[in-house]
């Protein structure tokens, strides 16, 4: 039972003993609001028909019989129909007692559910980005927050590997590659396949000046510029699995596929399952031709076949091209159903960035119509872009923020800084190198996670690595400033772990400290169910602050009092535990010394 539960039970107790008989359903328990003093506070005017009083009068009485009844609830007052309860040091160390013992605090029971989310979904034709890595650490954290719900969670990647974006890469290999290859030219796969998606928009945008100079109109010169039409029949020929076509396309993906393992493996994010699009583009297909055959979709003239959803406020959505091909809504579809199939998941997520909200409305709406009432369990985590102070990323034109270079220049950054700062003095060159890897990454993952999914945000590396502030190296270096003070107590002896708890009386910094650590569990619960690793970033952060406010406040080591000193120990032990616990939820690994 949770702290508000105990508070409801106590709260409804003393109602009854008051008022007779009422639905526990009235009694409505919130934190108290920082303005005002207390811990949790009831609402009273629920229970006014009962008290048949003024809400002052009947928040009065209710405060003094909770206190007379339940000796844990140290005072009261009355704020108009609210009534504010303070709870006694003897309760917190009760419940500090609780969490200390519970070797899984913050993690729930199994709740029988199953949740997909898919993210990460790269295209074949370029290496990963700064806007790839926030939905990759996005989609990881979802996970292992869900994970920590109870859910079973099945994590998966839909590698979008055909199409005439790859098309664009394979043909200016093929024209200009000279036999190119990773090995020969010391490039890493999918860098190497980005350069030719560069360089065949260069010699593009050169056939459009060339045929608009010749007096035709842009539109119809994008459409008719030999290298377009030559992409265009490169995928008809891949459609129509051209031997040719088909071995050089297995080979440039082959070489992207191991430059994407390196990316994520840096990432330390990980897949449970990876479909590809070159396989559900054709399970698409035939759903959408059973859904011609029922009349949920109708034939063009052109033989394109569509779905009018003007009747539901959208427009008509194209499902197969007049050739036959398919387009992206077509592969969705089929990979939504052939997931049922395989999980018969409770809830699918889509971790995929704002611009395709629309999408997601069409994709939740023909997959209803054909039927499919798990399609209710869709869910678009639309997330906002990361923006640069240059500007949005091009990758057409090669001007991305490209993963591997950003997250090497974390870590190198990461290392220089804390060294400068006199954070690895004692380190060895592995334990330095370690160090330096695991706080830039950990403030890479930490700003991006920090902040709402939602939302549009601007990415500062320098920023970002900082010791002081909202950052993932502050909270790092916070617990491994804890670990050095406990390893500092096993180092004189001290067995604080063995030792029973005792009766302390609690300082306003150990106070605040247990009543946040009691708030783990409801952190967690609501970061599940509103997708959002963020409000476990504020939490941690917090949490952190709170822990050095605490330090500075009263000696741990130092004081003289020896249950006191376990106590703080056993505090500071709890403290660092759930920092690592939290930041683990974030995917962010926690150093034992900085």
Same mark, same amino acid.
């Given at each position: 039972?949770?702290?508000?539960?105990?508070?409801?039970?106590?709260?409804?107790?003393?109602?009854?003993?008051?008022?007779?008989?009422?639905? !526990?359903?009235?009694?409505?328990?919130?934190?108290? &609001?920082?303005?005002?003093?207390?811990?949790?506070?009831?609402?009273?005017?629920?229970?006014?028909?009962?008290?048949?009083?003024?809400?002052?009068?009947?928040?009065?009485?209710?405060?003094?019989?909770?206190?007379?009844?339940?000796?844990?609830?140290? @005072?009261?007052?009355?704020?108009?129909?609210?009534?504010?309860?303070?709870?006694?040091?003897?309760?917190?160390?009760? =419940?500090?007692?609780?969490?200390?013992?519970?070797?899984?605090?913050?993690?729930?029971?199994?709740?029988?559910?199953?949740?997909?989310?898919?993210?990460?979904?790269?295209?074949?034709?370029?290496?990963?980005?700064?806007?790839?890595?926030?939905?990759?650490?996005?989609?990881?954290?979802?996970?292992?927050?869900?994970?920590?719900?109870?859910?079973?969670?099945?994590?998966?990647?839909?590698?979008?590997?055909?199409?005439?974006?790859?098309?664009?890469?394979?043909?200016?290999?093929?024209?200009?590659?000279? @036999?190119?290859?990773?090995?020969?030219?010391?490039?890493?796969?999918?860098?190497?396949?980005?350069?030719?998606?560069?360089?065949?928009?260069?010699?593009?945008?050169?056939?459009?000046?060339?045929?608009?100079?010749?007096?035709?109109?842009?539109?119809?010169?994008?459409?008719?510029?030999?290298?377009?039409?030559?992409?265009?029949?490169?995928?008809? =020929?891949?459609?129509?699995?051209?031997?040719?076509?088909?071995?050089?396309?297995?080979?440039?993906?082959?070489?992207?596929?191991?430059?994407?393992?390196?990316?994520?493996?840096?990432?330390?994010?990980?897949?449970?399952?990876?479909?590809?699009?070159?396989?559900?583009?054709?399970?698409?297909?035939?759903?959408?031709?059973?859904?011609?055959?029922?009349?949920?979709?109708?034939? &063009?003239?052109?033989?394109?076949?569509?779905?009018?959803?003007?009747?539901?406020?959208?427009?008509?959505?194209?499902?197969?091209?007049?050739?036959?091909?398919?387009?992206?809504?077509?592969?969705?579809?089929?990979?939504?159903?052939? =997931?049922?199939?395989?999980?018969?998941?409770?809830?699918?997520?889509?971790?995929?960035?704002?611009?395709?909200?629309?999408?997601?409305?069409?994709?939740?709406?023909?997959?209803?119509?054909?039927?499919?009432?798990?399609?209710?369990?869709?869910?678009?985590?639309?997330?906002?872009?990361?923006?640069?102070?240059?500007?949005?990323?091009?990758?057409?034109?090669?001007?991305?923020?490209?993963?591997?270079?950003?997250?090497?220049?974390?870590?190198?950054? $990461?290392?220089?800084?804390?060294?400068?700062?006199?954070?690895?003095?004692?380190?060895?060159?592995?334990?330095?190198?370690?160090?330096?890897?695991?706080?830039?990454?950990?403030?890479?993952?930490?700003?991006?996670?920090?902040?709402?999914?939602?939302?549009?945000?601007?990415?500062?590396? &320098?920023?970002?690595?900082?010791?002081? @502030?909202?950052?993932?190296?502050?909270?790092?270096?916070?617990? $491994? &400033?804890?670990?050095?003070?406990? =390893?500092?107590?096993?180092?004189?002896?001290?067995?604080?772990?063995?030792?029973?708890? $005792?009766?302390?009386?609690?300082?306003?910094?150990?106070?605040?400290?247990?009543?946040?650590?009691?708030?783990?569990?409801?952190?967690?619960?609501?970061?599940?169910?509103?997708?959002?690793?963020?409000?476990? $970033?504020?939490?941690?952060?917090?949490?952190?602050?709170?822990?050095?406010?605490?330090?500075?406040?009263?000696?741990?080591?130092?004081?003289?009092? @020896?249950?006191?000193?376990?106590?703080?120990?056993?505090?500071?032990?709890?403290?660092?535990?759930?920092?690592?616990?939290?930041?683990?939820?974030?995917?962010?690994?926690? !150093?034992?010394?900085?």
């Amino acid at each position: 039972m949770n702290i508000e539960e105990v508070i409801r039970q106590r709260s409804t107790d003393a109602v009854q003993a008051l008022y007779g008989s009422v639905d !526990p359903g009235l009694v409505q328990i919130q934190k108290t &609001r920082s303005e005002f003093e207390g811990d949790y506070t009831l609402v009273v005017f629920p229970l006014l028909k009962t008290s048949r009083k003024s809400p002052e009068a009947t928040a009065r009485e209710i405060g003094v019989k909770i206190t007379e009844m339940f000796p844990e609830i140290a @005072g009261f007052n009355v704020i108009k129909g609210f009534l504010n309860l303070s709870m006694s040091g003897g309760f917190w160390l009760e =419940r500090f007692g609780e969490m200390e013992k519970d070797a899984a605090y913050g993690i729930a029971s199994t709740s029988g559910k199953t949740f997909m989310v898919e993210y990460s979904s790269p295209n074949t034709n370029k290496p990963l980005h700064l806007g790839h890595i926030r939905n990759n650490l996005l989609g990881y954290s979802v996970s292992r927050i869900l994970e920590a719900n109870g859910h079973k969670v099945i994590k998966v990647n839909l590698v979008n590997d055909r199409g005439i974006h790859i098309c664009k890469s394979m043909l200016a290999w093929r024209k200009w590659g000279n @036999g190119e290859t990773p090995e020969s030219s010391g490039i890493k796969g999918d860098h190497l396949v980005g350069k030719y998606y560069v360089e065949f928009d260069k010699h593009y945008k050169a056939e459009i000046k060339e045929l608009t100079a010749a007096g035709m109109e842009e539109d119809e010169a994008k459409q008719k510029a030999p290298s377009m039409l030559q992409a265009q029949e490169m995928l008809r =020929r891949w459609e129509a699995k051209d031997p040719e076509v088909t071995s050089l396309w297995e080979t440039m993906n082959g070489w992207v596929y191991e430059g994407f393992d390196e990316t994520y493996k840096a990432l330390g994010i990980e897949f449970d399952k990876i479909y590809y699009e070159s396989d559900t583009y054709l399970l698409g297909k035939d759903l959408v031709n059973d859904g011609l055959s029922r009349g949920v979709f109708y034939r &063009r003239d052109d033989g394109s076949v569509w779905i009018d959803l003007t009747p539901d406020g959208l427009d008509e959505k194209l499902l197969l091209r007049g050739d036959g091909t398919s387009v992206y809504m077509t592969q969705d579809l089929g990979t939504a159903l052939e =997931r049922y199939k395989d999980y018969s998941f409770d809830s699918l997520i889509y971790v995929v960035g704002n611009e395709q909200n629309y999408h997601f409305q069409v994709l939740k709406l023909i997959l209803k119509k054909l039927g499919y009432d798990w399609s209710d369990t869709i869910y678009h985590l639309s997330y906002g872009m990361v923006e640069l102070p240059e500007g949005k990323m091009k990758s057409r034109e090669g001007t991305v923020v490209d993963a591997d270079d950003l997250i090497a220049a974390m870590v190198g950054t $990461a290392r220089e800084m804390s060294a400068e700062l006199g954070k690895l003095e004692g380190c060895s060159e592995d334990e330095a190198d370690t160090v330096g890897r695991m706080v830039g990454m950990g403030a890479l993952k930490y700003f991006l996670l920090k902040v709402d999914p939602r939302k549009t945000m601007l990415f500062d590396p &320098r920023e970002s690595i900082d010791f002081n @502030g909202n950052t993932g190296p502050f909270i790092q270096y916070t617990h $491994a &400033r804890i670990k050095s003070i406990l =390893r500092k107590a096993a180092g004189q002896g001290i067995e604080y772990q063995k030792t029973p708890n $005792a009766t302390v009386t609690l300082s306003p910094g150990e106070t605040a400290l247990i009543k946040h650590l009691a708030d783990f569990p409801a952190t967690v619960a609501a970061a599940g169910e509103t997708f959002s690793p963020a409000l476990v $970033a504020q939490y941690i952060y917090d949490l952190a602050k709170m822990f050095n406010g605490f330090y500075h406040e009263v000696p741990v080591l130092k004081e003289e009092n @020896g249950q006191l000193k376990i106590f703080r120990l056993k505090l500071s032990a709890l403290v660092a535990e759930i920092i690592s616990r939290g930041m683990g939820l974030l995917g962010i690994s926690v !150093p034992e010394r900085m």
